[in-house]
């Protein structure tokens, strides 16, 4: 079946420095989409990306999708302690036209240290 | 806001026992989902439903799960017999017109503890 994989699992930065993780997928997606989950707290939508090769701004956040739509990131400019949570990337697959499954990548644990 | 609502926040049960977990979608939801999350593991989905129906479920989601909208608001997943196994965070979450549109809402979760 479809499987989404990420990297890292950790990544501990000192606030100020930048932030990037990956996501890519056994298989073409239809969109990706990217949540945050506080320690603690439930997933929480960020964005979501449908076109090959976009890219979208959220402030210091930065998210591409891949050409082939197969590959995604998530940089963040100048983390803050605000920003210390999981990232989870999550897509549909293409091929299988699914509106009823999200697949989640296991997760980037991002600590800033003040 | 509208938000999903989930019911208990936290239960410790038995194995064996049954365990029904309640969710509240947002009301002009169509698309109902359950996930679950073992401790400091990724989110896992479980189960889809869209038209009082099952539209997908997972390997995870076996003969012991079962999902339910009983009236027009609510929405439960029973775990017939517990396994210590199936202690984990359970998150349920909803859409208003399937995933490949938009996001999913999801709530606070229900922390299931098998013992």
């Not at chain 1, 932030?19 to 890519?24: A, L, R």
């Not at chain 1, 999981?86 to 293409?94: H, V």
């Not at chain 2, 400091?40 to 439903?49: H, I, P, W, Y």
């Not at chain 2, 938009?102 to 606070?108: H, K, P, Q, S, W």
């Amino acid at each position: 079946g479809q499987q989404v994989m990420q990297i890292p699992q950790y990544q501990h930065v000192q606030e100020g420095e930048d932030f990037t993780t990956y996501c890519n997928s056994s298989t073409t997606l239809s969109n990706i989409q990217w949540y945050k989950q506080r320690p603690g707290g439930h997933p929480v939508f960020l964005i979501q990306l449908v076109k090959s090769g976009e890219v979208k701004k959220q402030k210091r956040l930065t998210f591409q999708f891949g050409e082939a739509k197969k590959n995604s990131s998530l940089h963040i400019t100048a983390t803050q302690t605000t920003d210390v949570g999981t990232y989870f990337c999550a897509g549909t697959s293409l091929f299988r036209g699914s509106n009823y499954k999200l697949t989640f990548g296991k997760g980037t644990l991002l600590t800033v240290n003040p | 806001e509208p938000e999903v609502t989930q019911t208990p926040s936290h239960q410790v049960t038995q194995m064996g026992q049954e365990v029904i977990l309640r969710c509240v979608p947002i009301s002009n939801h169509l698309y109902f989902y359950w996930y679950r999350q073992i401790l400091g593991q990724k989110v896992e989905f479980l189960v889809s439903f869209y038209n009082n129906e099952i539209s997908e479920k997972s390997e995870i989601f076996d003969d012991q799960f079962s999902v339910e909208r009983p009236d027009g608001s609510n929405f439960t997943l029973k775990i017939r017999s517990t396994k210590l196994e199936d202690s984990a965070m359970y998150f349920c979450a909803s859409n208003p017109n399937g995933v490949e549109t938009g996001e999913l809402f999801f709530g606070e979760g229900s922390r299931l503890t098998v013992l």
